[in-house]
């Protein structure tokens, strides 16, 4: 099978092994953006899609290669869809996982817990070129409520605040395996690897 060549529109070294485990299978091998001397996209959206788009659309211009981004975070249903695309910077540009967790349990001091549904969201998109009209789209959804104090040592963001209602723990206390499987960003590779198989099969 002949190796095709893609672009991830990130930098982030535990996410390009991922997907490079993920895609070789058909014959895809993805290099980070920085190997490119691809320019970080600016991310002025309000929605996860418009960000990625804008991602996926940056890397693929700059290097003339198909380009894979994602834009993923936390929707809080309390505080109207709250941190979503700000989620990395909710506490303030450079705040830490524990400054964004604070500033989350802080708004969310006068809210019960029959009242704190929230849902994790990736959505990862797929271009073939710059101006490919018709991209893939695969959004995925974890969905849970948020604790009222950190429970867990692993994963990162917000894990320690998410209750996984049918595992029973948070998102941090979750073995990695399994929360690669049912996460968010689980679900939407899950769906990009399908739809990428037909499309390189031919069968779209």
């Not at 190997?35 to 290097?63: C, G, I, M, Q, S």
């Not at 994963?155 to 998410?162: M, S």
Request: aromatic share 4%; glycine share 10%.
């Amino acid at each position: 099978m002949t190796a095709r060549r893609l672009v991830l529109a990130s930098n982030n070294k535990g996410k390009l092994a991922e997907l490079d485990r993920l895609l070789s299978p058909l014959g895809i091998h993805p290099t980070p953006q920085g190997e490119h001397d691809v320019p970080e996209a600016d991310e002025p959206a309000v929605t996860f899609v418009e960000n990625a788009l804008l991602k996926a659309r940056n890397a693929a211009r700059h290097t003339g290669l198909p380009a894979l981004a994602d834009d993923s975070g936390l929707s809080v249903d309390a505080l109207g869809g709250a941190p979503g695309v700000r989620s990395a910077r909710y506490a303030g540009p450079g705040a830490s996982d524990r400054d964004n967790i604070d500033q989350l349990l802080a708004r969310l001091t006068d809210v019960d817990d029959g009242h704190r549904s929230a849902q994790f969201h990736c959505v990862l998109v797929y271009l073939r070129h710059a101006d490919d009209p018709t991209p893939l789209i695969c959004h995925g959804i974890w969905r849970g409520h948020i604790l009222q104090e950190v429970r867990g040592e692993g994963g990162f963001g917000y894990d320690p605040v998410f209750w996984v209602p049918d595992a029973g723990c948070t998102a941090a206390e979750l073995e990695a395996e399994t929360k690669a499987r049912i996460s968010h960003r689980g679900q939407a590779l899950e769906g990009l690897l399908d739809r990428l198989a037909h499309q390189l099969g031919g069968h779209d």
